[in-house]
């Protein structure tokens, strides 16, 4: 039963994909209205399937866990924080990789010569990320 639902959530992602494709390459005025109604179609039913999947696996975990040692209440917050940390300092790394980039970019069409200088700046703009693993240990194992 799983198996089955998982193969509908990947073919749902698949023409998700594949119809997000076909309405950009297609470029008219109204593929944008015709690419936003495709996303919540796609949307509406791949969030239920996902909702369907993690129903069905829940009791066997829980089962799993009961029977193996027992976690208390703040292993469960270590567990959050560190995917928090992980999680928020990814999604700000790409916040900031797209600005210095695009800046980056910008600043290379017009200078070519300064191409190491704004490489060391997207570097320094991944940095986030890698302070956000490093938190993310240092929570999991202190």
């Not at 198996?3 to 944008?32: D, M, P, R």
């Not at 991944?126 to 302070?131: H, K, P, Q, S, Y």
């Amino acid at each position: 039963m799983i198996i089955e639902i998982s193969i509908l959530a990947a073919l749902i992602v698949f023409l998700t994909i594949s119809s997000g494709v076909y309405l950009t390459k297609h470029n008219e005025l109204s593929s944008k209205a015709k690419l936003k109604k495709a996303l919540k179609i796609n949307l509406s039913a791949f969030i239920p399937v996902m909702a369907m999947i993690l129903v069905l696996i829940m009791p066997e975990s829980s089962h799993a866990a009961s029977s193996a040692q027992t976690a208390t209440n703040s292993d469960g917050l270590k567990y959050i924080g560190a995917a928090l940390s992980t999680g928020l300092a990814t999604i700000g790394t790409g916040y900031a990789v797209g600005a210095v980039g695009q800046a980056a970019l910008g600043a290379i069409s017009e200078d070519q010569s300064i191409l190491g200088k704004t490489i060391i700046f997207v570097g320094l703009a991944e940095g986030i990320a890698i302070f956000g693993v490093i938190i993310s240990i240092l929570i999991l194992f202190a």
